[in-house]
């Protein structure tokens, strides 16, 4: 990993590091890889004016995205090129080895940007992970998804921990109840019972979210996507347990944007997505799932054994600088080594940029912006930072078989345990100096309020002290109930992506930031085809179905900037399959009921107000 302080910190009788290079467990052999390219299905034509010579393709950008349309575009026969700023593939997905701490023939401990999570609602990327081969699982990658059993919102200020089980969630309706009965059933259980809200608030917040469900589009886009989700959700007049849980919880903890700001629309709709997953429809698989090793083991690594396999080129060390536009077209990429500052052009015959938006927007020339004024409406878009720190633990913490949502730290705090999802690996055997058990892994998505410890908001805090005050964030959610769960001593070293740098200085920066969804991103994103019709746009910031920052919305991105590139070479090959979140047809009637009382002005019929 290029940057970032090498050596390690000490505290509390502990010790962490920073960077890594990429960890390639497990990876398919070529061999194997181009065995797969044949038993894939995939048309490779591509067709028309390329029949006499492979078309080539810059994907600028090796994270979910790039990596997602390189796989589209080589297994449709395309000559892909991937470059990438960093000196490892993955992105934010990525893990990452902490120099200095593999011994004794181990591997080094495995850090991470931010942990990840696959819902079960997720339907295109898991596609893709069932076609990157990997040794002695028949669905490929996919089969290093397992389940979580339930997730544990802890409270401090004595208040009762909360702990949602899946397999009580997850228990079947009744055949013959309609998806209607079944909705209020499961929202008004969860919600009196899991949650211990007045009955008055759950019962509102049902209503809430049932408005949603049955609105129109026309009324998502225009209204619901105009309302602050605070606002949607009348956060202002109820409790405090209600503000928590419902409204910051729900938006700071899990999509990084504030709720008095976060789009009702984007919130709803994921809200949406996990109902209609525990309930079993249209989903892929259950709610919570993890990958059972490292994310570079377990996935990016063996991705790009398959990629190379099928002629796939990877320049690492290679930042975009900028989209050299003349003619109409684009007619090459502006590169620089971050390493020697050294500069190059490459070309191709059409460029899909895949990059993050912050580090897009500032490849686009004016003379491009004027060729498409759309991007410049990508200036409007909102990152922020969501950043993890792996705490590294002496002894096993089984605090819960799933994730930790702690609603009520300042920095909402989240983490989930993740040896005991690292399936075949023995965690002092394998990894570190033999003396780490397990890892703590955590996210602050808030770093703009003051902490416990210090009273400063993390970007106000050094390095030492951002990881001092999640560690007592922690400890206070964790061990307010006479039961010590967390222990100093336990504490064995700690690790945070070096792409944050500055810390406790004048301009902290953060290289891999997080778009998040004030009201009204839902106009300024673009679409996949620009007005150049060499150039594509791929990217969680890409106008999609799921509309939120996800891997699921960067891999729907890609293929929607693959299947535009296709119909622009007039290619025959087959066109990639995007799926849509599920609708339940069942709704149908309300929801056209509902457009028709939007076209007159009327609220929805279920809007109590």
Request: aromatic share 8%; hydrophobic share 40%; with cysteine.
């Amino acid at each position: 990993m290029a940057g970032g302080d090498r050596t390690r910190r000490h505290f509390l009788g502990t010790a962490g590091g920073a960077g890594g290079a990429l960890a390639l467990g497990g990876a398919a052999s070529g061999a194997a890889a181009a065995d797969r390219t044949a038993t894939t299905g995939r048309a490779t034509a591509t067709g028309g004016a390329a029949a006499d010579r492979r078309r080539t393709v810059a994907v600028l950008g090796g994270g979910v995205s790039g990596l997602s349309a390189a796989h589209e575009l080589a297994e449709r026969g395309f000559a892909v090129t991937v470059y990438e700023r960093l000196p490892a593939l993955g992105g934010k997905a990525r893990s990452m080895d902490v120099p200095g701490t593999g011994t004794g023939g181990r591997r080094p401990l495995p850090g991470e940007h931010g942990f990840r999570f696959f819902p079960g609602f997720y339907r295109n990327l898991p596609d893709t992970l069932r076609r990157i081969p990997f040794p002695g699982n028949p669905r490929g990658v996919h089969d290093n998804l397992v389940n979580s059993t339930e997730v544990l919102l802890p409270r401090n200020g004595h208040r009762p921990d909360l702990r949602f089980p899946f397999r009580t969630l997850l228990a079947p309706p009744d055949p013959g109840e309609l998806l209607p009965n079944a909705l209020v059933q499961l929202l008004a259980g969860v919600l009196d019972t899991a949650l211990r809200l007045p009955a008055t608030e759950t019962l509102y917040f049902a209503n809430r979210l049932l408005v949603h469900f049955t609105s129109c589009d026309a009324r998502r886009e225009q209204e619901w996507e105009r309302m602050p989700w605070w606002d949607f959700v009348r956060a202002e007049r109820m409790s405090y347990d209600y503000q928590r849980l419902l409204a910051v919880g729900i938006t700071r903890n899990i999509v990084a944007t504030k709720a008095e700001e976060a789009s009702t629309r984007t919130v709803a709709r994921i809200l949406q997505a996990f109902v209609y997953n525990i309930l079993g429809r249209g989903a892929d698989g259950q709610p919570d799932r993890v990958l059972n090793a490292p994310t570079s083991e377990a996935w990016i690594g063996p991705w790009e054994a398959y990629l190379r396999g099928l002629g796939v080129r990877f320049r690492l060390g290679s930042e975009v600088t900028e989209l050299a536009y003349d003619g109409g077209r684009i007619t090459g990429v502006r590169l620089r080594d971050p390493a020697t500052g050294a500069a190059r052009v490459a070309t191709a015959d059409y460029y899909l940029s895949a990059l993050p938006v912050e580090h897009a927007r500032r490849t686009w020339g004016p003379a491009l912006r004027a060729a498409d004024p759309r991007l410049a409406r990508c200036d409007r878009l909102v990152t922020d930072w969501m950043v993890g720190v792996q705490f590294y633990l002496r002894r096993r913490m089984p605090l819960v078989h799933g994730h930790l949502d702690l609603v009520d730290t300042p920095w909402s705090v989240t983490g989930i345990g993740q040896g005991q999802f690292w399936r075949g690996r023995d965690f002092p055997a394998d990894y570190g100096d033999g003396q780490v058990a397990d890892c703590l892994s955590t996210i602050a998505s808030e770093w703009e309020k003051p902490g416990i410890l210090y009273a400063k908001p993390a970007k106000q805090c050094t390095r030492e002290q951002v990881v001092r005050e999640i560690w007592a964030q922690l400890k206070d959610c964790l061990n307010d109930t006479g039961q010590t769960v967390l222990r100093d001593t336990d504490l064995h070293s700690w690790f945070m992506d070096p792409a944050v740098q500055g810390l406790g200085g004048p301009s902290p920066t953060n290289s891999e930031q997080l778009l998040t969804h004030p009201t009204g991103t839902l106009y300024d994103r673009p679409p996949a085809a620009t007005a150049v019709p060499n150039l594509f746009l791929a990217g969680d910031y890409v106008a999609t179905d799921i509309d939120l920052a996800t891997m699921e919305g960067a891999n729907e991105a890609a293929r929607r900037a693959v299947n535009a590139l296709l119909d622009a070479d007039g290619s025959a090959a087959e066109r990639c399959r995007v799926w849509p979140l599920y609708v339940p047809p069942e709704l149908e009637p309300l929801r056209r009921k509902d457009e028709i009382r939007y076209r007159l002005g009327l609220p929805n019929a279920l809007d109590v107000g």
